[in-house]
């Protein structure tokens, strides 16, 4: 069963940094994708960050020069790093994992992916 757990949520003022952390257990596929969406109250959950087991990633533009995703395969965890956050940041993210054969396409596409966490909270004050 895969499961996956997301921690390092919290509240922050305008400008500052978050990392977020999602590790893994249950499985071990050669291609796959692991990634980071987020959902705010009134808007549809959307793909922020994510990558692909060849290394291949992509970023929403909204995060982009701003956020970092990265990925420890020895620790099976998944790493967001977010920096100069603003009030727009503030959702609820979700480490997601696509356990399949993964395409370009399918990366910060919400529907291809099959396992989810249950979420962080992420608040950013102005």
């Known amino acids: 069963q895969v499961q996956l757990v997301e921690s390092g949520g919290g509240s922050v003022q305008a400008g500052g940094s978050l990392r977020l952390s999602c590790v893994a257990s249950g499985y071990s596929y050669s291609s796959y994708c692991m990634g980071w969406f987020r959902h705010a109250p009134g808007k549809e959950r959307e793909g922020v960050a994510s990558v692909r087991s060849d290394g291949t990633t992509a970023y929403a533009d909204s995060v982009k020069g701003r956020f970092t995703i990265s990925k420890d395969n020895a620790k099976n965890t998944l790493y967001l790093q977010m920096n100069s956050l603003k009030p727009e940041d503030t959702a609820m993210y979700y480490c997601?994992?696509?356990?399949?054969?993964?395409?370009?396409?399918?990366?910060?596409?919400?529907?291809?992916?099959?396992?989810w966490g249950q979420g962080t909270q992420v608040t950013v004050s102005s």
């Open positions: 997601a994992a696509l356990t399949s054969r993964c395409y370009s396409w399918q990366l910060l596409r919400r529907t291809a992916y099959n396992y």
